[in-house]
């Protein structure tokens, strides 16, 4: 087994660094502070990323994306997070589901995303359908050429700057192992179609200036046109998709918490109590000890999930774990770090409170660790027929 990275991966991790540091970095505690991303900057970080050839770097060559395997996507996800996402969503991954995207809709919403001249959201979540995406209640009905879409979704992230959302809709009911299911459906909605209103949501801890937005759908006509995939298989398109961005979640868990134990590293060898540097008390440097081994567990772990994906070998169990153990190790890496800066943790006079903060959405986001720990235990139990 080979674990070393070549050297197009080292390219790649240093042109991502330099562009973290130069581009991003520098506004990340103002945009926190205010809670906000100025349209020039957000215009700013697109264009630039579009410059460096990192914009759509998820999306296949074919469509002018970055053509990158699933693991070179991963390191560039890990250094993309040690800004808040605040920032680098503006080094935009459209969704993958666009390419579904046929006829006129590829001309129309997936290559301008690539492009960089479209924003997409994904809109699934509901109040009432989180964990259980297969809840969802909003419906869209058939009316001759168009659908009409009715229902609400909350939670959904950029809709502020989208052109366009990917919303999922009940279009039906099948009977599957003896019980009736939605058959969902898959469509793209711009923004100012009528009938569609979207405001923002609730002010959120983790990523301040990276806003969800809640969708009212009152007799909103769609063309059927937009439907996005085939009628009735929209859990097809988004599954598919949902799982490899576990893998990125995971890649951007390791990113975080690699930043938060470079800062209490240093910390810890000039921060001087009693007379010595706090890291020579065992109780302080286990804590770094702990850290760098449940980061290295988790980079080799995530890194080694996304090198199965390329390969076709990955299945929802090992995407789910690299999302759960990340995430967890970002948490206790976190939190290890608030401790070891101790009250100066808690200041936002530096960025460890926020780092703490932003790593609380990983454990819930893109499927919550229970539920990561249901895939996983279903696909052990699978071939006894008992999960
Ligand atoms: C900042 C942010 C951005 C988001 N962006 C998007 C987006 O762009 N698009 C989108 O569609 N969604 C988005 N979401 C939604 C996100 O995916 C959901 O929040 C997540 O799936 C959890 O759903 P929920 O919040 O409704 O929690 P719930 O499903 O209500 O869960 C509450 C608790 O119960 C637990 N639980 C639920 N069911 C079970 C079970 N069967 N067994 C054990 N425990 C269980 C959960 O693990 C959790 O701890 C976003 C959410 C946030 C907070």
Redesign the pocket.
Known sequence: MNFELTHEHEMLISTVQAFVEKELLPYEAEVDANDCVPPELAQQIRDKALAAGLYAFNMPEEVGGGGLDYLSQALIERELSKVSWALHVFVARPSKILMACRDTQIQDYLLPCVRGEKID?????EPD?????AGIKTKAVRDGDDFIINGS?H????AGHADFAIVFAVTGTSEQNGRQRNEVTAFLVDKGTEGMVIQRGPK?V??RG?H?NELFFDDCRVPAANVLGEIGKGWIVANEWLTAGRVMVAANCVGQAQRAMDFSVEWCANRSQFGKPIGKYQGVSFKLADMATGIKAADLLTLNTAWQMDKGTMSDGDAGMAKLFASEVLAKTTDDAVQIFGGMGLMDELPIERMWRNAR?ER????????QR?IISRELLRPFEAQ
Not at 129 to 133: F, I, M, N, V
């Open positions: 959201c994904f809109a699934l979540t359908a989180g964990s259980d995406a979704k939670f959904i992230s950029h959120c983790s990523n990276y969800t959405i819930i986001w893109e499927g919550t660790s229970e539920i249901h």
